[in-house]
């Protein structure tokens, strides 16, 4: 018996809710600071107006990012249509303990990060698999800073991205439509930006090719993937008139490409009945009594077979290209929402002095070039000038 359409519905919801799950919890696992309640907060009195996002303490943001873990995980029991789901309540009263330190908050958290994958294991497999790419891609984007490029190299290790495309793809029919290719190719342009990161001699990523601006970026490429993959925004929504006009444009090179490959492929089939009908239409013009009726026939039976081959190439090749729209159009689609969702920064060239203002000194003076030294003068009858 099929799946209701509800029940589909349901599972999409799970999955996404179970990604964002996993995409939360890390991002509060790893904050650089969890404070306590401030103990003037009372004092202050009452602010001259709301506060925003931007005005938040510390403190307020580490509670909102519980909260949202609470409430996710409470969507996710009823998709999931478990009985009982474990909660952040620990997680938000270990954040009220004045004085408290960061590493009693991250307990909370791995002890509820252990529970949830358990319960979601015991009940769905893509969303436990959902679950743990969110941490993973989480963790790809969240955890890389500019003092230390090893973090950035190893989050973009090439067998443990083949980890996370592999689950992408396993994905993929449960994610909002075109959201998993574009993760995907957004994530292997990061993973070939990485490659390319200028080098240490001794094999290291060299700091002083990594910016600040370059881990806004991939802050920011996180923040995407998190949207595009929980269904906050349709990948559709990037892409403008112009890019619908690119994607078209490219859907009809590919189009003309198939038609110039299916020619070519049967290009000796076409030059053989091209030369057969060639022959067929000379013979009876050449051998044939003047003013006969047997030229007429036979001209006009070699156009009909010219006729009626052509009609089966172009049929044969239409039915080709029908069967192929359909996939080529959302290639082009998905190649145009990659390019605009992806926040790759470019590759610099670091110039060899600013390499060396970022080494150590008594690094810096090995790399630096030794200086030559002069000649000691000779007897000035040795001078080879004064020869």
């Known amino acids: 018996m099929g799946l209701m359409a509800s029940d589909v519905v349901s599972a999409e919801n799970a999955v996404c809710l179970a990604l ?5 919890m890390a991002e509060l696992y790893n904050r650089d600071e969890l404070p306590g309640p401030p103990r003037d907060q009372e004092a202050d009195g009452v602010p001259a107006h709301l506060p925003g996002l931007g005005e938040m303490s510390g403190h307020e943001r580490a509670c909102a990012l519980a909260a949202h873990v609470g409430a996710d995980l409470a969507s996710l029991s009823r998709a999931l249509g478990l009985g009982s789901m474990p909660t952040a309540a620990p997680i938000a009263a270990a954040l009220q303990v004045p004085g408290h330190s960061r590493d009693s908050v991250r307990a909370a ?3 509820l990060y252990l529970k949830v994958r358990d319960t979601v294991a015991g009940s769905d497999v893509s969303a436990a698999t959902a679950f743990g790419l969110g941490r993973m891609l989480a963790d790809t984007a969240l955890l890389p800073t500019e003092q230390d490029p090893e973090i950035l190299a ?3 290790e090439d067998h443990r991205l083949a980890n996370a495309y592999g689950w992408l793809n396993d994905l993929d029919a449960s994610l909002p439509p075109r959201s998993a290719a574009t993760v995907r190719a957004t994530l292997a342009g990061w993973q070939r930006w990485v490659a390319r990161l200028p080098r240490t001699p001794q094999g290291p990523i060299d700091t002083a090719a990594l910016t600040q601006a370059d881990i806004r970026a991939l802050k920011r490429q996180g923040d995407t993937w998190r949207r ?3 269904g906050e925004q349709r990948p559709d929504q990037l892409l403008d008139s112009q890019a619908y006009i690119g994607a078209a444009t490219r859907l009809l090179g590919a189009a003309w490409r198939i038609g110039l490959h299916y020619l070519w492929k049967w290009s000796w089939a076409i030059l053989l009945g091209a030369g057969a009908v060639s022959a067929a239409v ?3 013009l050449a051998y044939a009594p003047a003013g006969t009726s047997r030229v007429a026939a036979v001209a006009v ?8 081959s052509w009609l089966g190439v172009r049929a044969t090749l239409g039915r080709a290209l ?14 145009a929402i990659a390019k605009v969702a992806a926040t790759t920064p470019r590759n610099r060239t670091i110039s060899g002095s600013a390499l060396r203002r970022r080494l150590p000194a008594a690094q810096r003076a090995l790399t630096s070039p030794a200086p030559v030294p002069l000649p000691e003068p000779g007897p000035p009858g040795d001078d080879p000038v004064a020869l």
């Open 109 to 111: 958290v791995l002890d």
């Open 322 to 335: 029908r069967q192929a729209e359909g996939a080529l159009w959302d290639a082009e689609v998905t190649a």
């Open 228 to 230: 595009l993959l929980t």
């Open 154 to 156: 190893e989050r973009f």
């Open 282 to 284: 000379w013979a009876p």
């Open 20 to 24: 964002c799950v996993g995409w939360r």
């Open 301 to 308: 039976s070699a156009a009909g077979f010219l006729g009626v």
